[in-house]
């Protein structure tokens, strides 16, 4: 055999076992690469089944009426003597939309219905005065707590929490919604930890509502509470006492006579001189038979009825008593809705 061979065979050897080898590793990295990206797939798809958002909405508010709009804030206790839907605005308003943010942890869009409602990626959120604390929940019985400083309830779940804090103490049959409802639940993946954001919102919301100011009048029989006199104003926001005070005021100016016997009641209603001015937020559906300062009235032998907004089971003012009811109401109307 000649030198070449010879050689030829040393330089075959030499080579013969790196290559199987090479291709040995070459297959055990495409396995490898292929089980990474099995754990990959498998990861991704597992995290997408667990997500704990969803997109935010395209269109908010869901209704244009349901919009924020200016409004006064409260003091005192007169945060649980308001309007429902004047309520919610108050609380999608009573802190800055940083604040929220904080709370919930993430970009929070809000709106007012009967409630102030809120949606983040995670949460869905709502909070409303309601009549009293619940004695069950949807999320189970509530247990007593303290919040603030106030007598609270709250009940936890994996989908959310639901948290009350009384924060007067009121007569509820009188027309107050004295406790606040926070309720946070999830709405994507269960188990987040809702009870902890709740308590902080509800904090924040107190806070925000009831700086130092007056507290509600003392309510005597059939709901009457004592004369406080001031000047006649629009109405529309007002907590409840402040619009029967303020329905004095307009009575009494309208009929000239003076206030001195004026009988306001707590639940937004007056009586002067023979003649009752009695605002409901929510009402039977007026059924207009004319207009008075341009809105839709009902007027009958008894009382004149007049629809505040656009919607007829919505604001209305009632007159009823002696007298020509139907030009007074004329009289009295501009100065109460701010005209």
Not at 109 to 125: F, I, P, S, W
Request: net charge negative; with cysteine.
């Amino acid at each position: 055999m000649d030198s070449g061979s010879q050689e030829y065979r040393k330089i075959a050897r030499r080579t013969d076992r790196p290559m199987w080898i090479w291709a040995g590793c070459a297959l055990t990295s495409v396995l490898l690469l292929f089980g990474v990206g099995t754990v990959v797939m498998i990861s991704l798809v597992g995290d997408s089944e667990n997500t704990s958002e969803r997109p935010l909405p395209d269109v908010w508010p869901e209704k244009p009426e349901n919009a924020l709009r200016p409004v006064t804030m409260p003091t005192g206790e007169m945060m649980v003597a308001l309007p429902g839907s004047t309520a919610a605005q108050v609380l999608c308003q009573a802190i800055p939309e940083q604040r929220w943010e904080e709370i919930l942890g993430g970009r929070t869009l809000r709106e007012a219905t009967t409630a102030c409602h809120a949606v983040t990626a995670e949460l869905d959120v709502s909070a409303q005065m309601i009549l009293e604390l619940p004695k069950d929940t949807t999320r189970g019985m509530p247990t007593k707590t303290s919040v603030a400083g106030k007598l609270a309830s709250i009940a936890s779940d994996d989908e959310g929490t639901a948290l009350s804090v009384e924060l007067a103490e009121v007569d509820p049959h009188h027309g107050a919604d004295p406790v606040l409802r926070v309720s946070i639940r999830t709405r994507a993946a269960k188990g987040l930890k809702t009870e902890e954001k709740a308590r902080a919102l509800a904090e924040a919301l107190i806070a925000g509502t009831m700086p130092p100011g007056p507290a509600l009048p003392k309510i005597g029989e059939d709901g009457v509470i004592p004369l406080q006199k001031i000047e006649p104003g629009p109405i529309k926001d007002q907590p409840l006492p402040v619009i029967s005070w303020l329905l004095c005021a307009e009575l009494g100016r309208a009929l000239g006579v003076p206030t001195d016997k004026a009988v306001p009641q707590f639940f937004a209603a007056c009586e002067v001189n023979g003649v009752t001015a009695d605002y409901s937020e929510l009402s039977s559906a007026v059924r207009p038979t004319t207009t008075i300062a341009g809105l839709p009235a009902q007027v009958d032998q008894k009382s004149v009825v007049i629809q505040l907004t656009d919607d007829a089971d919505g604001e209305t003012l009632k007159f009823k008593g002696t007298g020509e009811l139907q030009a007074l109401a004329e009289k009295a109307i501009p100065t109460l809705v701010g005209r």
